[in-house]
């Protein structure tokens, strides 16, 4: 291909696309159609090559075809290059566009980019207003699910005294999940006159947002001996009892001190199921941020001490503006936002990170 790729990536174009032939041979092994879970994994890769490879070989093809065009154009006449010149334009164009889409397809993958999330949403500074707010947040978040088509199911559930919530805990399933809410992670802040306000003051609170990998029993292993486990009566909001047996279960992991509580099913089985489900995405969490070196930054980056002067994001009620501090992004659709149209904000967060990658991938080649 044409030099505007280094040697290494020329390589490793190549590496990939001999990769490629031998999956696809593969892949028609008698032996691996029989193995549906190990054909699966192939055909996974296959996926992923053929992204990356068909572009390469298009990218050889317009690189050979502005080649022709050029050599052509510099024999013709005067008369004949006007109408070859939109020829060369068109073919670099191709070759601009395809070389754009190859640089992002060799960047490296998230490693918890097939994973679903476990979304917890909890009220920070501002008593009852900031649990409030973690309502609107949750509500904003199913409905972003629904628009998506993914899954969405409440794990657990603390309701506050005016309907909002102390706390919410959701998994979240579906394609693309974790590469479109890993960004929502840390303190959202809310500015708007709350309902427990009489003077029609404007009140700042904050919300905590945390996204976590959903982990799978393959992914952590949990020593039985490293858990306590602890039953005890539902309660509701008020501390009132919801229920007359010891169903709900707390699980504290000793060695990292994580505990996590489920009161919100009738069977106590049932809520060390979701418990358990629940604390295997945050040590995974724990254990990603410990090899990367930065656990105590990756966690503070999200949840931080969930003050209003740490944030993320801010929702102005009374302008209708929503700002995303870490890419400096304003958008006057705070209702639209609210109702589930994230993708604006996702879209461009994820581009940032993107553009990041990209940078630090050309630094280093």
Known sequence: MGDHYPDGVHHRLDDLEREFLDVEARLADPALLADQGRYGEVA????ELEAIV????????????LAAAREMYNEASAEDRDELRPEIDEAAERIERLDAEIKLLLLPRDPNDDKNVILEVRGAEGGEEANLFARDLFEMYRAYAARMGWQFEVLAASPSDMGGFSEVTCVVSGDGVWTRLKHEGGPHRVQRVPETESQGRIHTSSATVTVLPEAEEVDITIDPNDLQIDVYRSSGPGGQSVNTTDSAVRITHKPTGTVVAMQDEKSQIQNRAKALQVLRSRLLKLEQDRQSAELSDARRGQVGG???????????????????????????????????????VVDALVADERSRQLQDDDATV
């Open 44 to 47: 996974k890769r296959y996926k």
């Open 54 to 65: 068909s572009r390469a070989r298009q990218l050889r093809s317009a690189e050979e075809d």
């Open 306 to 344: 969930g003050g209003r002067s740490e944030k993320i994001r801010t929702y102005n009620f009374k302008e209708n503006r929503v700002t995303d501090h870490r890419i400096g992004l304003t958008l006057y659709k705070l209702d639209k936002i609210l109702a589930g149209d994230l993708d604006v």
